[in-house]
Nanobody, 120 residues
Framework: QVQLVESGGGLVQVGGSLRLSCAASGTIFSINAMGWYRQAPGKQRELVATITSGGTTNYADSVKGRFTISRDNAKNTVSLQMNSLKPEDTAVYYC??????????????WGQGTQVTVSS
């Protein structure tokens, strides 16, 4: 069974920084892409950033130049460094792992979410 566990959310002032981390556990052979999504109250979940196993990254326009995604394939972890935070970055952030290959399955998984609140 695969689980994603996130950490690092919290309350920060405008212009501050936070680092989110996510670890995938289980008998995992490979993970295609890992990424972060967020959902603000009353809004749909949206992509923040993704990174493939080869290191190709993709960012939402709203976070380009402020957020950096990184990944450790050997440890099945993904991190999101968030700088110059804005009030509009306030949301629940979800870790995602796509096409996770185990001994018996291939599937996608979500973490439980971690709250990020940017106060002005």
């Amino acid at each position: 069974q695969v689980q994603l566990v996130e950490s690092g959310g919290g309350l920060v002032q405008v212009g501050g920084s936070l680092r989110l981390s996510c670890a995938a556990s289980g008998t995992i052979f490979s993970i295609n892409a890992m990424g972060w999504y967020r959902q603000a109250p009353g809004k749909q979940r949206e992509l923040v950033a993704t990174i493939t196993s080869g290191g190709t990254t993709n960012y939402a326009d709203s976070v380009k130049g402020r957020f950096t995604i990184s990944r450790d394939n050997a440890k099945n972890t993904v991190s999101l460094q968030m700088n110059s935070l804005k009030p509009e970055d306030t949301a629940v952030y979800y870790c995602n792992a796509d096409r996770v290959r185990t001994i018996t399955t291939i599937g996608g998984y979500w973490g439980q979410g971690t709250q990020v609140t940017v106060s002005s």
